[in-house]
């Protein structure tokens, strides 16, 4: 029995280190090849690792044998802390391929930042209602023949903002004289009026999105209330039949948890097409798997106490569940399912963005027009919409959970 | 006077291995106000647990008004368990729940499934849960949620629970040990009530003797999943104390 486990123990630390140098010489590979260009046959990583795992374990001085063979002394004392610097060599041999893998360039993040002006002029200044010509609208009325000097005109009151259409036209009028604003109103109005019907189209599209998160939220509870119940670790008898059950629906919601929204709404933007319904599916089922997850975890955590006097009454167990499980679960599943609904608002912005429609539908679709203040427009309904549900969810759930 | 309780050898031994029963055998009569007495860990809980099989035993046999306990299963179980009321040391109330809610669950096991799934109580019911809101003094109570009571209060309560249930007996595991001394002898006194005027046979584990020579007809006491002691209060002497409690122990008063 005991000389199995040496043959058991020793195995072990052989595999342990010959992983540990096929990465090591792996990653010293990768790296030479990148920096170099310096080819060679993978087997020749595989020999080097045999043989530093050879060496290694000959001198005693490996991490296989400071985990696995706890009896086995390096052979000098210089070695006993060898296996700390290997590990040490590990940490360093991957956090510098980490840098050349994730393509880290502190130069390019430094220098480059004037790429991104576009959406930070966007952010400050956001096109929002009222009448105004973005760079866009007054390059199309370019396209439409409008004469030079009235584009020049234009662009002199270039993202000017006016509240109302007098206002503007006054303006306008001032600028062009009276005869050549009669004769080009209407096209500049329509380019002006295109631009401020955008605050109309992202408030409906704002609307969807909350719409649609809350959905997605309402149509999980019911899925996640009863699975919960099955996936308590203390509701379910220990039988093998309860074990069961308890471990595929754990399972399952693992799983299920795992996948992000977003790759569920790209599967059901193929599915039922792209749009708001979509999303909400997609939301759905992450929200069931992670609701399931956060109620059982609260049924686990119940007063036992009141289950027992009601058990004791001779109740049935889902007399029990009724009257001792879910008056204490209550409040804490509401607090959960507001989380949950804060949670899937932001989330559906994401999904928006692979087809499952609302505002993030909208705001990739303005990204993809290079319409930059609309974009800074979107961010900030965006960002104001989430910090309200955050706020309000916050004060909900501390209500409930202080009741 | 015939008994109403008969425990034959009766075992238990957790899964850990620790044997909480060595062997009880006890007989009590109908009627009888039992104390039963012993350190933390001697085993009372367990007994008063196994008696309506909130913990299974490991063997032997219980006999309770002449049906046998250890055999039954499912709705007779239930049915076994309806006449035993039970009280707690955490008076285990549904604590969000009003005064009234929690006295009506003590019919559970006389109501069906529907009524108790749409939370319907028959009217008749809510009339008996107030008459035993009343017996221990708070009607007024009724529609306050249990986490607002006092720990006497919602031990109280608790008793009305158990009176809602018909018992012929009650199991009372430490009901006042955490519960100051004056609420203390208040909630036993009721126990006390119900034992004379209802003729509930009690079983009360304790650890104040003073309180059990004031309430109990008869003390049983345990030591390491033995019965050590089984006698009338009075008999216990502080050699008889000592016994118990172990050589150290002196008797703490409280008046």
């Known amino acids: 029995m005991k000389k199995k486990n040496r043959t058991l123990e020793f195995i072990q630390a052989i595999a342990t280190d010959l992983l540990f140098w096929i990465y090591i010489f792996g990653c010293l590979y990768y790296l030479m090849h990148k920096w170099t260009g310096f080819t060679a046959k993978l087997t020749f990583i595989g020999i080097a690792a045999l043989l530093a795992t050879i060496i290694f374990q000959l001198i005693r001085g490996s991490i296989g044998v400071k985990l696995f063979l706890s009896s086995g002394k390096p052979k000098r004392s210089v070695l006993k802390s060898l296996w700390g610097y290997l590990i040490l060599l590990s940490l360093v041999v991957t956090f510098v391929v980490g840098l050349n893998i994730v393509e880290v360039d502190f130069y390019k993040f430094f220098t480059k930042f004037q790429n991104a002006g576009g959406i930070a002029s966007g952010i400050f200044d956001p096109s929002v209602t009222g009448y105004s010509l973005s760079a866009e609208s007054i390059n199309e009325l370019e396209k439409d023949d409008l004469p030079p000097d009235v584009i020049n005109t234009l662009k002199g009151i270039q993202n000017r903002k006016y509240s109302t259409r007098k206002v503007f036209l006054n303006d306008l009028q001032k600028r062009l004289g009276e005869s050549t604003l009669q004769e080009y109103k209407s096209t500049i109005l329509k380019s002006a009026e295109k631009n401020t019907k955008l605050l109309n189209i992202a408030l409906s599209a704002l609307a969807e999105t909350i719409f649609l998160a809350l959905l997605a939220t309402v149509f999980a509870i019911p899925f996640a209330f009863v699975l919960s119940f099955f996936a308590a670790r203390n509701l379910m008898p220990r039988t093998w039949l309860g074990n069961i059950v308890y471990l595929v629906i754990r399972t399952i919601a693992t799983i299920f948890r795992s996948i992000e929204a977003i790759v569920w709404a790209i599967i059901f933007s193929v599915w039922v097409g792209i749009g708001p319904f979509a999303g909400m599916l997609a939301l759905m089922v992450h929200s069931v798997a992670a609701l399931t997850k956060l109620y059982s975890e609260q049924i686990e955590n119940i007063d036992t106490g009141p289950v027992e006097a009601i058990k004791a009454t001779g109740a049935s167990t889902l007399q029990t569940w009724i009257y001792a499980v879910i008056p204490q679960i209550v409040s804490p599943f509401l607090a959960f399912t507001i989380y949950r609904w804060d949670i899937n608002v932001r989330m559906a912005t994401i999904v928006g963005f692979v087809g499952g429609g609302g505002i993030g539908l909208l705001l990739l679709q303005q990204q993809q027009l290079l319409r930059w203040h609309n974009v800074g427009l979107l961010i900030w309904l965006i960002a104001f919409v989430v910090w309200v549900m955050d706020m309000v969810s916050a004060r909900v759930r501390e209500k409930l959970i202080g009741i | 006077m015939k008994n109403i309780i008969k425990l034959t050898d009766l075992h238990k031994?957790?899964?850990?291995?620790?044997?909480?029963?060595?062997?009880?055998?006890?007989?009590?009569?109908?009627?009888?106000?039992?104390?039963?007495?012993?350190?933390?860990?001697?085993?009372?809980?367990?007994?008063?647990?196994?008696?309506?099989?909130?913990?299974?035993?490991?063997?032997?046999?219980?006999?309770?008004?002449?049906?046998?306990?250890?055999?039954?299963?499912?709705?007779?179980?239930?049915?076994?368990?309806?006449?035993?009321?039970?009280?707690?040391?955490?008076?285990?109330?549904?604590?969000?729940?009003?005064?009234?809610?929690?006295?009506?669950?003590?019919?559970?096991?006389?109501?069906?499934?529907?009524?108790s799934v749409t939370f319907s109580m028959h009217k008749n019911d809510v009339a008996i849960a107030m008459s035993n809101l009343q017996r221990v003094g708070l009607e007024q109570f009724a529609k306050n949620k249990a986490r607002n009571l006092s720990g006497g209060q919602q031990q109280r309560v608790a008793i009305a629970r158990a009176l809602m249930q018909n018992p012929r007996v009650i199991f009372a595991d430490e009901p006042v040990a955490s519960l100051d001394p004056a609420t203390a002898d208040s909630v036993m006194r009721y126990l006390g009530e119900l034992n004379k005027n209802d003729n509930i046979t009690i079983l009360c584990s304790l650890h104040f003797l003073s309180l059990a020579r004031k309430y109990g007809t008869r003390v049983v006491a345990l030591k390491d999943g033995n019965i050590v002691f089984d006698g009338t209060p009075k008999e216990i002497d502080e050699q008889k104390f000592k016994d118990i409690y172990g050589e150290d122990a002196e008797e703490v008063e409280i008046r």
């Open chain 2, 13 to 115: 031994i957790y899964e850990g291995g620790t044997h909480a029963l060595k062997g009880v055998n006890l007989e009590v009569k109908e009627g009888e106000f039992l104390i039963l007495l012993g350190l933390s860990g001697s085993g009372k809980s367990t007994l008063l647990r196994c008696m309506n099989r909130l913990i299974e035993p490991t063997s032997g046999e219980i006999e309770i008004d002449e049906e046998n306990v250890i055999t039954a299963k499912g709705k007779r179980l239930r049915k076994i368990r309806r006449h035993i009321g039970m009280i707690f040391q955490q008076f285990n109330l549904l604590k969000n729940l009003s005064a009234l809610t929690n006295v009506l669950s003590g019919k559970l096991g006389y109501v069906s499934l529907w009524h």
